[in-house]
Structure formats: structure tokens, C-alpha cells
T-cell receptor
Framework: AQTVTQSQPEMSVQEAETVTLSCTYD???????LFWYKQPPSRQMILVIR??????QNATENRFSVNFQKAAKSFSLKISDSQLGDTAMYFC????????????FGAGTILRVKS | EPEVTQTPSHQVTQMGQEVILRCVPI?????FYWYRQILGQKVEFLVS????????KSEIFDDQFSVERPDGSNFTLKIRSTKLEDSAMYFC??????????????????FGPGTRLTVL
């Protein structure tokens, strides 16, 4: 069974600075997806970024980028130019590369952006 | 942009009562899911549904839970006899499947806003 570990329960960053959230996972699969979801106080789950395991290039979405290290089974999220609206819980998630498969979530990291 | 909707946003019930949580997935999606998040904890998979039957269920999804797609539009989660520990946020999600918008590489689950269930 797959597991996802987020070792940082809480992080803080100053507005406009850069922060990196860590995630490691365990799987015997070779093809899979990795995701970062944001959950603001409204508790809506919002997809931030996704990475296909077969792609060597790290995914980027505006201020969000990942450092995907497949051999190390590591998938960290970097947020550049942090904004107050980035304050949220961030979940790392894993999914096997077949349709209909479930998402397996980590425990989450609370990120607080300070002004 | 199409979205997943859920009703009600907040449900309060007495222990032992039956509740039905409703979801309307994105209209051309084929795969449907329920997840649960107890306050302050991680999001946990409950069940997946495809082609009018359960594809996979977790150990949380015991005989007290059932899912149904009664009319090709709604996707419901029923809890027959609620317990205090069922208090949580319940999220519905849907996935388009291969050949739909974005093609087979999308495989993205779209989440609804959640239903907060409080069992007293």
C-alpha cells in the first residue's frame, strides 16, 4: 500500500519570501501521479500542482513549483513570493496512474504567511 | 467552468439517525469518489464508484455506509445509523476518465466544497 508522509506539521513564512514544503512517499509502482492540494479555511480542496512520475521535468504553475526526486521518492513544493492568500493547509497526495484510482493523502502542513 | 456541488453544506443529526449526503458530479465524468476529513486530520478515502458499482472501498466504509447514483446525475452517500465518530467533513470528487477534456493525461479529481456532518 502507498503511504505519503509530510514531516512538517506547521510552517511560517514572511510575505514575499520563499518557502518549501516537504513530502515523501512510498510505493512499488513505477507510474503514478503526485499532487499538492491547498485547503484554505473554507475547507475547499484546491489543486495547486500535479506531477506525472514519468516526466523528469519538474512541474511549475506560476509561483508554485515542485522538486520531484523519483529515486528518493521525494516531492517538495516551493512557493515563491508568498502571499497572504497562500495561508492554508497543504496536502501532498499520491495516485496510481490508472483511471478510477483513489488519492492517498499525507497528514498536511499548515502554512502561515505573515505580513 | 463546470464544478462539483454538494448539499447540504452542513448537516446536524442525532446519533443513530440516517443521513444522506448529496453530490452532483461534473456532468460528463465517469468516476466518483467520497472522502472524509475528521477535523484537524488528513483526508481519507472512503469509496470509489464507476459504471454503477463500487470500484474500491476502504476499511472505514463498513456496512453502515452505502453509495448510489440514482438518476444519472446525483451521487449520494448514506450513513444508516450515525455514530459520534462519523462527525467529519465529507468531500465528493469526480474524474472524467480517458478521452475527455485534457485527454488521458488529465486524470484529475475535482472536489466539491464538502458537507460538514455533525453527529450529536
Amino acid at each position: 500500500a502507498q503511504t505519503v508522509t509530510q514531516s512538517q506539521p506547521e510552517m511560517s513564512v514572511q510575505e514575499a519570501e520563499t518557502v518549501t514544503l516537504s513530502c515523501t512517499y512510498d510505493t512499488s509502482e513505477n507510474n503514478y501521479y503526485l499532487f499538492w492540494y491547498k485547503q484554505p479555511p473554507s475547507r475547499q480542496m484546491i489543486l495547486v500542482i500535479r506531477q506525472e512520475a514519468y516526466k523528469q521535468q519538474n512541474a511549475t504553475e506560476n509561483r508554485f513549483s515542485v522538486n520531484f526526486q523519483k529515486a528518493a521518492k521525494s516531492f517538495s513544493l516551493k512557493i515563491s513570493d508568498s502571499q497572504l492568500g497562500d495561508t492554508a493547509m497543504y496536502f501532498c497526495a499520491f495516485m496510481n496512474m490508472e483511471y478510477g484510482n483513489k488519492l492517498v493523502f499525507g497528514a498536511g502542513t499548515i502554512l502561515r504567511v505573515k505580513s | 467552468e463546470p464544478e462539483v456541488t454538494q448539499t447540504p453544506s452542513h448537516q446536524v443529526t442525532q446519533m443513530g439517525q440516517e443521513v444522506i449526503l448529496r453530490c452532483v458530479p461534473i456532468s460528463n465524468h465517469l468516476y466518483f469518489y467520497w472522502y472524509r476529513q475528521i477535523l484537524g486530520q488528513k483526508v481519507e478515502f472512503l469509496v470509489s464508484f464507476y459504471n454503477n458499482e463500487i470500484s474500491e472501498k476502504s476499511e472505514i466504509f463498513d456496512d453502515q455506509f452505502s453509495v448510489e447514483r440514482p438518476d444519472g446525475s446525483n451521487f449520494t452517500l448514506k450513513i444508516r445509523s450515525t455514530k459520534l465518530e462519523d462527525s467529519a467533513m465529507y468531500f465528493c470528487a469526480s474524474n472524467g476518465g480517458p478521452g475527455l477534456a485534457g485527454g488521458p493525461l488529465r486524470n484529475e479529481q475535482f472536489f466539491g466544497p464538502g458537507t460538514r456532518l455533525t453527529v450529536l
